[in-house]
DNA sequence: AGAGTTAGTGATTGGCCAATAACTTAGCCA
DNA sequence: TGGCTAAGTTATTGGCCAATCACTAACTCT
């Protein structure tokens, strides 16, 4: 196998290691065993675990931008809002990347806690980047954008919390597209089925 | 000096060491370092870490549920909601407290993820506790709660980023109360001015 | 005075973990 | 055939850290 498909599955296991885990709570080791390879070898195709963890951060909210562009693709620009807050919800059938996001933050916090802005940076870039092709694909309207966001934030926090798929707390996204009172169509969009149980599972490493 | 009034120091000083090295980032001896005390004395307070943990995370949320029931007090129905928007954001004068929130979710969503349940089971009943002193307080809208707590959970991410005060993601919440259309008065309220910088110190260790 | 309790410390231990160094194996190509 | 490179391994080290154990100093009550 060449270092280059290495490289990849390195970064798609260290994503799934890195969601459930955490910076600090994710062993190099963990990552290796799930890829099939040893632990030192990681070393040879990432500096350190820092910069292993900025590569599946990155890659992660990459896929965020990209699912979130896709799913406007060939809609309306009234359209949009509803079909980015149903892809984001999407997310949540496999919340991997969620929890990794989530991961990613408080890491940043605690990096820049103790004087390390070389992860703050990188990510607030990447961040400004998904925020701005939102921003562009919702029609340039502040306001929304951030609601879009807000929402976002909040699934990211009740997938983290647990919350089963059925709790109260999931209500408010079962009756709307997400944005309560937005744009156009006053009737309510035909019960944007649940996507199914945001249960937590441990199997199949990735090769 | 008395347990109890250690067992608090303690708290307060977890409280700050946990909300910048998350849980797994954070060694007991630097809290009891900032206690001033032995690091064996912290198990004669608590069992052991994750309860320690847990009374730091529980603390954190039963003080923003105060700061929240404190803002609506003598406000009407109305002005509900801004105010403990207002309140919310006034947080980030000191972000301590929002730090440890998302160090509480992921460290939820890690236990979970390792099979143990019983601090999620803990935090998401605080959650819920939370969730519903701010339902009523804010007059029982489904919709407004979820509202609030969106706008809350972005702040909390953008906290966690380091965004300094003054970039552009900040922006929506410079032009509005945190909720862009809600509710009576059409016209804006005069300028909710930013606490100051939500910059990170690492002084004053608390005895 | 002296027994019991409360608040606390010093030393240690066993386990984990990132990172390095040194070695190995397999293909390729001339 | 033999040297080169790329992919990978085993062994190891140095550091950190939660938790336990055994000990001590002060205060209280009778």
Redesign the interface.
Known sequence: MSAEERRESVIRAAITEFA??????TSTEAIARRVGVSQPYLFRLFKNKQELFLAAATRCMEEIQRAMAEAVRGKSADEAHMAMAEAYKNLLSDPEKL?LQ??V??A???A???GDHEV?EA??RK??EL?DSAHLALGAD??E???F???G??I??L?????SADH??W???N??PMA??RSGSPERPGTPERPEAPG?D?SNPDA
Chains 1, 2 share one sequence.
């Open positions: 459930r885990g955490g910076y600090k709570g929890l989530m991961q933050y408080v940043v916090a605690s820049e806690a103790e703050g990510v607030r961040w400004v925020w502040e306001g954008t951030a609601e966001f807000a929402y934030m909040l990211n926090v997938a983290s919390l647990g919350f109260r707390v209500g408010c996204f009756l709307m309560p009172e937590r441990s």
